[in-house]
Nanobody, 118 residues
């Protein structure tokens, strides 16, 4: 059984920062990449950022470039999302996901709420 435990969400004012964490636990398997997604009320889930587990290459959706940074700790099987200069439109439930291969994300976290107040 694989578990993704997210933490770090909360309420923050416009321009503030939050750091999300997602730790993978359970049975041992290789991680190919980990990503962050978000879903705002009434909207579909959207991609936010992804990081390749071996090389560390990262990619972001355009709306968060320059504000969010994804990073990883291979030894701890943990991925982070540092979110700076937060805007009201960043309000959403944030989910982490892990892809054991290049094909698809197979495991998802339970989600953590991020609310940016103006």
């Amino acid at each position: 059984q694989v578990q993704l435990i997210e933490s770090g969400g909360g309420l923050v004012q416009v321009g503030g920062s939050l750091r999300l964490s997602c730790a993978v636990s359970g049975r041992t398997f290789s991680i190919y990449r980990m990503g962050w997604f978000r879903q705002a009320p009434g909207k579909e889930r959207e991609f936010v950022a992804v990081i390749d587990w071996s090389g560390g290459s990262s990619y972001y959706t355009y709306s968060v470039k320059g504000r969010f940074t994804i990073s990883r700790d291979n030894a701890k099987n943990t991925v982070y999302l540092q979110m700076n200069s937060l805007k009201p439109e960043d309000t959403a439930i944030y989910y982490c996901a892990v892809a054991p291969t290049a094909r698809e994300y197979e495991y998802w976290g339970q989600g953590t709420q991020v609310t940016v107040s103006s």
